[in-house]
């Protein structure tokens, strides 16, 4: 049977349990169940450790390799104000040793079977991942799960990795394309967590102690906080017992536990009014993003807001790319993008021009958006917004590092997995009077405007 021909509403879940040793700590008895065999993927399974650990797998046979992360969930919202920072310098310092091995070890243990190992910390969690050969995959749990659970957090990494790390913040203020966006979520968050640089400020970052980092660590690195999950050509039984193996005798061999919930949507982050802020810089280019607070990330319309997104700028033939870009050639880099979080979320466009042309280029985007506000989209655009989210989504699962990623934030963050056809279908059942009333309420927000270049704040008006 084709694709197309599939029934597009799969089982969602087809349960089976399975049972485990009656023992304590992570090593006891296991609640594994088969989420979904998913036509477009492999079989995806989930077990809950006795401690409330998670571990989702994806079997895909076809493979010869698996990606396999360490999720947690703790990102830089989490952290108070002089804590800022914290989730990020941590993500540096688990890689600088633990009890079993040095910060060399680690490295050449997995860059020695041509593997490769990364993190990532973000606003609402942090990532420790790894892609390796599925005969390597042994290494690779070992490694991974003795890093994240068992650093050493020794007082010279601290210091090491604190010079690494202002030297991060300062690359960063060197790429005003990068900055703009952290001052537009100043612009409408303010100071509230969800404003703040995941990297830390220069001052909260050299202010910050290894106790203050030790204690951000043992709060948070729970094993009710963790998702492990893995792709490729594996077996589930196999990674769970391996998982097990890994964490005896760490801090998250603990007492019995349960998964702690996803994050509440409610209640909503209060956003400040339309606002704008320069950041002076003599750039040879300007730096714009005028948007408005969104809608967060378990809002049904999410669908209708991917399709609006797409076509107002979220490819070369969007309105706005054609408009700006093609038509006038007033920009080399025009887009829109949409930010989701649990409780909040943003929408924008992000523009890159000479300066001699901010004005012009914010006009009309400010018009185009004033005019899907009022008149919405065409049929045409409407489908057309429809297939680039369907083809999108599937092409991004062409490899196990992205179906890793889905596992991970489907448990993470919604506390479900949709399976890909459901997800195509919710796709398909956008309507046009849907994304209209959408592009109605959220395009005629007041919006907040953010500029990095040789501009003073007076240059601009809220519009």
């Not at 039984?237 to 702690?260: H, K």
């Not at 001699?356 to 008149?375: F, M, Y």
């Not at 997995?417 to 395009?443: F, H, K």
Request: glycine share 10%.
């Amino acid at each position: 049977m084709s694709r197309a021909q599939r029934a597009p509403f799969p089982a969602r879940r087809r349960e089976v349990a399975a049972a485990g040793t009656p023992r304590s700590g992570a090593t006891g008895r296991a609640d594994t169940r088969t989420i979904s065999e998913d036509p477009l993927g492999g079989t995806v399974r989930r077990t809950v450790l006795p401690n409330g650990l998670r571990v989702l797998t994806e079997a895909i046979p076809a493979m010869r390799s698996v990606s396999f992360g360490i999720w947690v969930s703790v990102g830089s919202r989490d952290e108070t104000g002089p804590d800022s920072g914290a989730a990020h310098f941590l993500e540096h310092l688990l890689f600088k040793g633990t009890r079993k091995r040095s910060a060399l070890e680690i490295s050449s243990a997995i860059e020695a079977v041509g593997g490769e190992t990364n993190a990532f910390t973000t606003k609402e969690y942090t990532c420790y991942y790894a892609r390796v050969l599925d005969e390597d995959l042994p290494l690779a749990i070992d490694v991974m799960c003795d890093l994240v659970t068992d650093s050493v957090l020794d007082a010279a990494d601290v210091e090491t990795e604190r010079g690494v790390i202002l030297e991060e913040i300062a690359m960063h203020d060197d790429e005003p394309g990068d900055e703009v966006h952290d001052l537009f979520a100043r612009a409408v968050y303010g100071d509230l967590p969800l404003g703040r640089l995941i990297s830390g400020t220069e001052e909260t970052v050299t202010a910050m102690t290894r106790p203050q980092i030790q204690d951000f660590y043992r709060r948070h690195y729970t094993a009710p906080q963790i998702v492990i999950a893995a792709a490729g050509n594996l077996d589930h039984t196999a990674v769970v017992d391996l998982v097990r193996q890994a964490l005896q005798g760490t801090p998250l061999d603990a007492d019995p536990g349960t998964p702690a919930p996803h994050r509440p949507a409610t209640p909503a982050v209060r956003t400040r009014p339309a606002a704008t802020l320069v950041e002076t810089k003599e750039t040879e280019q300007a730096h714009l993003i005028l948007g408005c607070p969104g809608i967060d990330r378990i809002d049904d319309r999410r669908f209708a807001l991917g399709v609006l997104n797409n076509v107002l700028g979220g490819g070369m033939s969007s309105r706005l790319f054609q408009e700006i870009r093609e038509q006038r050639g007033l920009a080399y880099s025009v887009y829109s993008y949409a930010s989701q979080y649990a409780d909040s979320g943003l929408f924008a466009v992000y523009a890159g021009c000479a300066p001699g042309k901010v004005d012009e280029v914010l006009e009309l985007t400010r018009a185009g958006l004033a005019r899907v506000a009022a008149d919405g989209l065409t049929e045409a655009e409407i489908a057309r917004g429809k297939g680039m989210s369907k083809g999108s989504f599937v092409l991004g699962l062409e490899d196990t590092g992205s179906r890793m990623s889905r596992l991970a934030k489907g448990e993470l963050l919604y506390g479900d997995l949709m399976p890909v056809n459901e997800l195509l279908a919710r796709v398909d059942a956008v309507t046009i009077e849907d994304v209209n009333a959408l592009a109605a309420d959220l395009l005629a927000r007041p919006m907040s405007l953010a500029v990095v270049g040789p501009f003073g704040t007076g240059d601009f008006a809220i519009g």
